[in-house]
């Protein structure tokens, strides 16, 4: 399935919306679409995974890469809708609250 990736800007916070799988593949262009938010100063970022139904060990690198270079700029990086098969592999990794996971299941 291939990755989709839309970008909503809302009163300085962006909506950066993935659809499909996130893998070794396409992780590169979530990347670039957060990056592209950081660089431009944004300081809300929201990475809705809610039509994402499989994430691989480099779709969590980019995650976990972001948030740590958001924190850097003083932005907030938070995943938002994860679905359950995602949501469960964050918190095995023991990451959701570095993610600042936001989900109805959380």
């Known amino acids: 399935m291939a ?5 909503t800007n809302e009163g ?6 993935a659809q499909g799988e996130v893998d070794v593949s396409c992780a590169s262009q979530l990347r670039e679409a957060i990056d592209a938010a950081i660089d431009d100063g944004v300081r ?3 990475v ?5 139904p499989y994430i691989d060990s480099t779709g969590i690198g980019v995650l976990v890469g972001a948030a740590h270079r958001a924190l850097d700029v003083q932005a907030q990086l ?24 936001d989900s109805p299941e959380a």
Do not use: C, F, H
């Not at 990755?3 to 970008?7: A, K, M």
């Not at 809705?48 to 994402?52: D, G, P, S, T």
């Open 48 to 52: 809705n995974l809610a039509e994402v």
């Open 44 to 46: 809300q970022i929201e």
């Open 12 to 17: 300085g916070r962006s909506i950066i919306a």
């Open 3 to 7: 990755l989709s990736i839309t970008t």
């Open 78 to 101: 938070v995943v938002s809708n994860p679905q359950r098969n995602v949501k469960r592999v964050l918190d095995l990794l023991g990451i959701t609250a570095e993610l600042g996971i």
